[in-house]
Nanobody, 123 residues
């Protein structure tokens, strides 16, 4: 059974940093591209970042480019999202997702999803 478990969310002040983790089980991790998406209350799910199977290719949504960094450790079956210079508009539930084809900013391309972790940026 495939499981994606996000962790690391919480309440932080604007300008601070946070690192999210997503541990994956039940699939061959290094054959899957991974993505992070987020959804704020009353808004549609938004693409945040994606990383290729090897970790050599990374793409980011415009809202987070230059502030967030996605990485992965294939030995640990884990993908990370390092978030810096956080803003109140980054407040959302963050989800990780996996697909066995390619990096993508489109959520429907992903086959497996975690349940999400809440990030709140507020002073």
């Amino acid at each position: 059974q495939v499981a994606l478990l996000e962790s690391g969310g919480g309440l932080v002040q604007p300008g601070e940093s946070l690192r999210l983790s997503c541990e994956v089980s039940g699939l061959t991790f290094n054959t899957h591209a991974m993505g992070w998406f987020r959804q704020a209350p009353g808004k549609e799910r938004e693409f945040v970042a994606t990383i290729s199977r090897s970790g050599n290719s990374k793409f980011y949504g415009d809202a987070v480019k230059g502030r967030f960094n996605i990485s992965r450790d294939n030995a640990k079956n884990t993908v990370y999202l390092q978030m810096s210079s956080l803003k109140p508009e980054d407040t959302a539930v963050y989800y990780c997702a996996a697909n066995d084809i390619f990096t993508s900013h489109i959520d429907s391309h992903y086959d497996y999803w975690g349940r999400g972790t809440q990030v709140i940026v507020s002073s």
